[in-house]
């Protein structure tokens, strides 16, 4: 099956610094890639959807400065958390989709990075 | 809005028990609706899918029936093994957008 890898898996950084987060399509191509976020206990909540050369979507109350999504190739699509604070921390997985738009059940998960701001 | 709602874990059964994780929602319109799986380590799987009301999603021994007058998806296996120990998410869709709603997730143990 398809997979989808992010790098890296664990993250520690300090308040204040940025944090680049990679999500790879590694046997196929994704038009549209997916960022989620994972608090303990809690739901996926979706971020923002990115296409392949276009600007991302951001859902409603995600800060598009702070969260800055590229999807500058079919296979990579990177998430930077700009200027971390403690209350970014949180579990962040990608997933990425094969078909303009996808449907859902073509969404192919990574593993998730888990970021720690000190 | 939309949203699931799924029963809190952990759930802890032995190898070869009957599980039921339990799943309601809240939707406009007709969703679609899914069980996922995550595996220690792994990312998101889907494990099995129902589209309309009344059918049977399938897949490695689970079922799970869209229920649509009582707005339920239960996930339910017969005989449980070590190797389904993961996290299980319920979710929809409601076909207007490719955004997937998740529930919190119910963490499975499996005891040999």
């Known amino acids: 099956g398809a997979v989808v890898s992010q790098h890296p898996s664990r993250v520690i950084c300090k308040s204040g610094t940025s944090v680049k987060i990679e999500c790879r399509s590694l046997d196929f191509q994704a038009t549209t890639m997916f960022w989620y976020r994972q608090f303990p206990k809690q739901s996926l909540m979706l971020m923002a959807t990115s296409n392949e050369g276009s600007k991302a979507t951001y859902e409603q109350g995600v800060e598009k400065d702070k969260f800055l999504i590229n999807h500058a190739s079919l296979t990579l699509s990177t998430l930077t958390v700009t200027s971390a604070h403690p209350e970014d921390s949180s579990f962040y997985i990608c997933?990425?989709?094969?078909?303009?738009?996808?449907?859902?059940?073509?969404?192919?998960f990574g593993p998730g990075t888990r970021l720690t701001v000190l | 809005g939309n949203s699931v709602t799924q029963m809190e874990g952990p759930v802890t059964l032995s190898e070869e028990a009957f599980l039921t994780i339990n799943c309601t929602y809240t939707?406009?319109?007709?969703?679609?609706l899914f069980w996922y799986v995550q595996y220690p380590g792994e990312g998101l799987q889907l494990l099995l899918k129902a589209t309309k009301a009344d059918d049977k999603g399938s897949n490695k021994g689970f079922e799970a029936t869209y229920r649509k007058e009582t707005t339920s998806f239960h996930l339910e296996k017969g005989s449980v093994q070590v190797s389904d120990s993961a996290v299980y998410f319920c979710a929809l869709s409601d076909g207007r957008d490719d955004k997937i709603i998740f529930g919190k997730g119910t963490r499975l143990h499996i005891l040999p």
């Open positions: 997933s990425a989709s094969h078909t303009s738009g996808g449907t859902t059940d073509t969404q192919y």
């Open positions: 939707a406009t319109g007709y969703p679609s």
